[in-house]
């Protein structure tokens, strides 16, 4: 089978029943047949196990952490002995797994088959054994793809369920803007714009919001959610439908854009073409920033800079006695031919732990700026508030003046000379305003010593040496904007350039 062959990394899910009555050795059979199954095929693996009544998601904790980890793009595909292990539950459970599996592309594979969410003989499939659909199978999907495509046409949502901040409305049948979501989305297209990087972006919104796939855990938002969603032409009121018919998986992931169908959708646009221009060029950008990021393979990937000549550094991976190592190299060249001397370093936990020591302690000078910084946008904002009482101090003047006015209490003249006074001063507190508002935009920039103390002890608590390398990089980039290496002789220096 084409699919088998993408594959290379599974999570193993194991679930014993209460309900009914299955026996301790039922899990022991069913964990052996599927690392078996595992192994034989080179595939690497976790599990997740757990003894949970059928019922919903939300009470079985494993099947939640399993639907955010595949949700997070970590596995290829899921290892169950049968389908209907993972849920016999209702609609909306098995309306989270899909959406789960169809966003991240992973598959569900039992010994038997290999089921592909985003293949619609294989989605008819599926709904069938998750849900017990009794209608005739092949029945089903001709009328879907038939109204599927029909309902395309006609601007009807026919995806599932759309992206954030939207949700489908099942009783008008149509996308409608969640008004909880709508601000962080729009905040979220904006800051990416203005430049603010997909690390600090996710932190916020990760603050701000559950994670969309509305599984509460304390899981936060992943890069590639993200990147999705501000990629999405959703949100520039198409449907886009025909993305995924293909059958094989490598081939699906490059199916070309132009033949996707758009059609002109009856939802909320929420971006214009030209944020949606500038979004995608800056996503192409970043991935050309770091061409290795994306598939987060290699350990530190993007993060490391040569301190000798400033320029980032790259991997070199190797195998020695069989076990896969890595080491820093700088690859830069002066004028054609000079390499630079920067000496390289095989990356493990002595590497590791001097990266964890550095970034856990911050440079007293960087938080006396963090502290300064933070009092001067007390400062500014404290002032902002005074200026804004004087504008109103005269806005309440300029009024009573006006009555003045109107009951003939002064003059035309003098009237007209004091309200130019108070408007000469109202404009000068204006000018005074967007200075201090500009002030406090730029010092908003960096963040307060609070904030640092918390991402470092986030940092912490999540900083271990068995970490996947995806899942470090990612840890790393959630306090470290760039790490410049140094190596004289055997001591390695490190610094940190917090973001
Ligand atoms: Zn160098």
Redesign the pocket.
């Known amino acids: 089978m084409d699919d088998e062959k993408s594959i290379k990394h599974v999570a193993i899910y194991l679930r014993k029943s209460r309900d009914d009555g299955e026996t301790d050795d039922v899990l022991v059979k069913h964990r052996d047949t599927l690392v078996n199954y595992a192994k034989e095929r080179n595939w690497t693996y976790n599990i997740y196990e757990e003894v949970a009544s059928g019922e919903s998601i939300l009470k079985r904790q494993e099947m939640r952490r399993l639907l955010n980890d595949v949700a997070d793009s970590q596995y290829d595909g899921v290892l169950v002995i049968d389908v209907d292990r993972l849920s016999r539950g209702g609609n909306a459970d098995v309306g989270l797994i899909e959406e789960s599996f169809r966003e991240s592309n992973s598959l569900i594979i039992t010994p038997g088959r290999i089921y592909d969410w985003n293949d619609e003989a294989d989605e008819m499939m599926l709904n069938f054994l998750l849900l017990g659909s009794r209608m005739e199978y092949r029945q089903i999907v001709k009328r879907l793809k038939r109204g599927k495509l029909a309902g395309a046409e006609k601007g009807m949502w026919v995806n599932g369920k759309p992206p954030f901040p939207y949700y489908y409305d099942r009783l008008t049948k149509t996308v409608k803007v969640d008004e909880n979501k709508r601000y962080f989305y729009r905040v979220m297209v904006e800051k990416f714009l203005s430049g603010v990087t997909l690390a600090e972006i996710t932190r916020w919104i990760s603050a701000n919001m559950p994670t969309p796939y509305g599984i509460k855990t304390d899981r936060n938002w992943s890069f590639m959610t993200i990147e999705r969603i501000l990629a999405s032409e959703v949100h520039l009121g198409y449907i886009v439908y025909g993305k995924s018919n293909c059958k094989d998986r490598n081939n699906r992931k490059h199916f070309p854009r132009e033949e996707w169908k758009r059609y002109n959708g009856t939802h909320e646009v929420l971006k214009n073409q030209e944020e949606h221009d500038a979004i995608v060029e800056k996503l192409a950008k970043n991935k050309l920033k770091h061409p290795k990021n994306k598939a987060g393979m290699l350990p530190l990937s993007g993060l490391l800079y ?1 301190q ?2 400033g ?1 980032r550094m790259s991997m070199a991976a190797f195998v020695e006695n069989g076990i896969q190592k890595y080491k820093t190299r ?1 690859e ?1 060249r002066f004028e054609k031919s000079i390499k ?1 001397g ?1 000496r390289s370093t095989i990356l493990g936990n002595e590497f590791y732990d001097a990266i964890y020591e550095t970034i856990i302690r911050l440079d007293p000078k960087y938080l006396l700026e963090l502290q300064e910084n933070s009092s001067d946008l007390e400062y500014y904002k404290s002032v902002l508030g005074t200026k804004h009482k004087e504008v109103r101090k005269h806005q309440q003047a300029l009024n009573k003046l006006y009555e003045l006015y109107e009951e003939n209490e002064i003059t035309k003249t003098a009237f007209h000379e004091r309200k130019a006074v108070r408007e000469n001063q109202m404009a000068a507190i204006d000018h005074e305003i967007s200075d201090i508002e500009e002030k406090i935009a730029q010092k908003s920039d960096l963040p307060t010593v609070e904030v640092i103390q918390e991402r470092i002890n986030y940092f912490r608590e999540n900083w271990g040496l068995d970490l996947e390398i995806k899942e470090r990089n990612r840890l790393i980039e959630t306090m470290v904007e760039k790490i410049m290496y140094n190596r004289v002789g055997n001591t390695i220096s490190l610094q940190i350039k917090y973001n």
């Open positions: 040569c000798q000549c320029r700088c830069n630079c920067q």
